[in-house]
């Protein structure tokens, strides 16, 4: 077995989404960068979650777009093609073939380890390559580790195989029967993608709710349309007991009795595969973290720069899922591009008299990194209070920012005005029937928007304009001049303005 | 015939989404209003423009998405149906019955006036109903005119009985030839709709581009996607010559050589509609204008305020496209509620100490009114540099605010910032071989956008964050935060920054 010893200005610890964005942009200023990964470069997203749930959600959201229509619907007179929505599929998770991503990383000046990482001391590690090597690596300025979740699998499923996200994403057969373990977003997602592709879905939520993370009426909203397509939806449930036999799962499910005083209902349920989607945790199980006084297992708590805060001497960094703060892609990305920004600045090794235009050399970049303000690009606000989040099920939900019950928590003085989007002239030539609502919420004091919620058809492009305003810090006031084209969807900034009396 | 005499605070000529606008919120401090309309209460767009176009142009978006979507497509065997395009457009244009809107006028308080008015002296006007009645009518406080445009129709047209878009978005029979003089808007959409529904179109357009108040490429992907459709598009002709025979319409039409050199080519055209979509003009021809020093045909000039320029007193106003300084709904509602606060605040009648909470009471309005800055609710600061427009061709094109030329036309330093759809994560899983653009316009002084264009299948509803980030003033450097969710083809925005270095 060969020994190398390697020494990089940064090491990166995974190459997700983040950990690329976090490389590409800490190499800025001319460091040196080395990721570790032992699966594929890409991560999570692009093979085995956003990517191929949506190839799989598409279909099924076009055809009923189709369906819908009044001089379309007539032509739709087949059904959705399991067959070719999996090819699809394949082709958009890249075959689970990284070359590409592999290209880009060495095409940027990335060094690539491919292999498993562990601290053996501040900014040491030693590296079991997938290839047998074991290499000692040594990170001169820092180290971010980016190796994101994996998912919680409670012990009652232990011994049935069940799927999670990656085996549901990446599967080539679709089951007969599916039980969906879980009411959130891999969850609402897949039970929607499933149906579509002609299982017989039985989700089974331990809360009173779907999407619980979102304002109630999201989660009802996407309850509906589940229930309408012959999804079984159970609120209120827990599995007690799972046993797999043969091809088959049967299921023990308690349910509380929705007539409240009859105590639990026992239902008896076999089906094909169980998707277990309960939640993530952060991938620190294996990483010598007890060698930094951390304990693996545990989220790697960060502030708005990214940095540990558990660990001294401004060295470890952490972004993405690993650090319980974010839990989407396109929000470690962002967590990516400060902690990469930070880094360049900080460790920025050229002359102190040189740098990019516009952008400082070393003295400069190195100063404002550390006098940073809020909404710089040095600091994180946005996990703050203006993270975005899309489910792409039929309806979609979409939203950003606070709930209403998020911000009475903060003790803000709130207005929340509301719109079904069916009223809109926009909405009638989109589909007949067309249900949806947008929800906003406002701060009295400051007349600006803290949270927006859209659930319909089509939404998720949507909402970028409320995550503009609430980042953007807009006043309703002066929102009222951004007029919305008639007749779009997007008229619905005008009714709700109106709603509020403005 | 009944001679009646009637005051009001404030008379509204026209009962078009302007006019009622208007009429609602001057209002809204207890001024009395009329509005005076010939014709249907609604206006043109609910009739005759946006509402009926886009209910023929949805079917064949749906369609045309669904096929782009592998799993999806072989489930579309059929084609449109036009027959049901045309019921569902009759709905849509509400069977061209005013009776919801009539009842909506009289509810909010407002007085209807079926007729034509015409001014006989300042603030006095002579109203011929259509029942027969002339009433004089005084408005004590103000007139505002929201009568609207007409199509205009060269001569060359005059004895064939042209459609104009009243006559395409209203019709009941398909043509099997249509020829569409222009490369407007309308020209653009209505042949996007008839080529859906059946007909063989010929777009005749006077310019060398499709689209030509938005970028190039906007135009360029249009034409390219109805020629790829069997629509012949024809840049740089014009029409000579147009003879009605029966149930045909025979067209010379010269083109400009592409050669160069040769001179004009002659083409002979036969088809069974020629729709005229070359412009529209204010509707000022029989108002009485010239009663004020004002010619009858010409646009209004207004100011920001919507006042009038032309006329002393500060009694008259313009809102919507009679004041030639917007041609949208959506634009024309927006004047029409700074025009309707304008006058219920500079006229309010209530006494000087009352008012409604957070507005005021009389002599806080009057004053806010008087003083109010660019991006008040008094003024159509929006008007200047944010206008918005959807076409709802195939691609979608929308725009905001200035365009690269305008930009420079202004003598402001800009950055045009690019990048094309395709290339993003979300727009493979929206559609195989997805095509679109979106460009910016940078103010570099600012670091704010001016302006953006969006190209592509469905990017109506993306054009609202670019709205919001020009009306908002949003520097880049902000906008960093506004994270898009992944994978909705907002990530563009996150393309775009990257692009700018930032």
């Known amino acids: 077995m060969a020994e190398v010893t390697d020494e990089y200005d940064v090491v990166v610890l995974g190459a997700g989404a983040v950990g690329e964005n976090v490389a590409d942009r800490a190499s800025r200023t001319g460091l040196s960068v080395a990721v570790v990964e032992p699966a594929l470069v890409g991560g999570e997203c692009s093979y085995w979650a956003c990517m191929p749930s949506k190839a799989l959600l598409r279909p099924g959201d076009v055809l009923a777009a189709a369906r819908a229509v009044p001089g379309a619907a007539a032509a739709v007179t087949g059904r959705i093609d399991p067959a070719a929505v999996l090819v699809r599929r394949d082709e958009v998770a890249a075959h689970w073939d990284d070359t590409g991503q592999v290209a880009w990383l060495e095409g940027a000046g990335l060094t690539l380890l491919r292999g498993r990482a562990r601290f053996t001391a501040p900014r040491a590690l030693v590296v079991e390559g997938v290839d047998g090597t074991v290499r000692t690596v040594t990170a001169r300025r820092a180290v971010v580790v980016a190796t994101g979740s994996v ?175 974010t839990a989407t892609t396109h929000q470690g990305k962002y967590d990516a591009r400060v902690v990469g920004d930070v880094i360049a600045a900080r460790f920025d090794p050229r002359p102190a008299a040189e ?51 998020q911000a009475q928590r903060d003790g803000l003085e709130v207005e929340v005005l509301a719109y079904e989007l069916g009223g809109l002239g926009g909405a009638s030539v989109t589909a007949e029937g067309y249900e949806g609502r947008v929800q906003l919420v406002v701060d009295v004091a400051r007349d600006v928007v803290l949270g927006a919620t859209f659930v319909g058809p089509d939404v998720a492009d949507m909402l970028h304009a409320a995550t503009v305003a609430v980042v953007g810090e807009v006043p309703l006031s002066r929102l009222w001049h951004a007029v919305p084209s008639y007749p779009t969807l997007s008229e619905v900034w005008l009714r709700l303005l109106e709603a509020a009396g403005r």
């Open 355 to 405: 740098g990019q235009p516009g952008r400082g050399g070393r003295g400069l970049s190195r100063q404002a990194e550390a006098q940073a303000a809020p909404w710089s690009r040095y600091r994180a606000t946005a996990d703050v209070a203006a993270v975005p989040q899309v489910v792409f099920t039929r309806p979609q939900v979409a939203w950003v920012g606070r709930t209403h019950d």
């Open 151 to 325: 998912p919680v699998v409670p012990g009652t499923f232990a011994d049935v195989r069940p799927w999670t996200s990656r085996e549901a994403t990446s599967t080539h057969r679709v089951p007969p029967r599916l039980a969906v373990v879980g009411g959130g977003v891999v969850a609402t997602e897949l039970a929607t993608a499933f149906a579509d592709l002609g299982s017989e879905v039985t989700v089974l939520v331990r809360g009173g709710r779907l999407l619980a993370a979102a304002e109630p009426f999201a989660g009802e909203a996407v309850a509906r349309a589940l229930t309408d397509r012959g999804v079984r939806v159970l609120l209120g449930t827990s599995v007690t007991s799972a046993v797999r036999d043969g091809d088959e799962v049967r299921l023990v499910v308690e349910r509380r009795s929705t007539a409240g005083r009859h105590g639990d209902e026992t239902e008896r349920l076999t089906v094909d595969e169980v998707l277990v989607a309960t939640g993530r945790r952060p991938a620190t199980d294996d990483l010598g973290l007890e060698t930094l006084g951390l304990r693996p297992g545990d989220a790697l708590e960060v502030d708005d720069r990214l940095q540990v805060t558990g660990v001294d001497g401004g060295w470890l960094f952490a972004a993405g899922d690993v650090t319980g703060r």
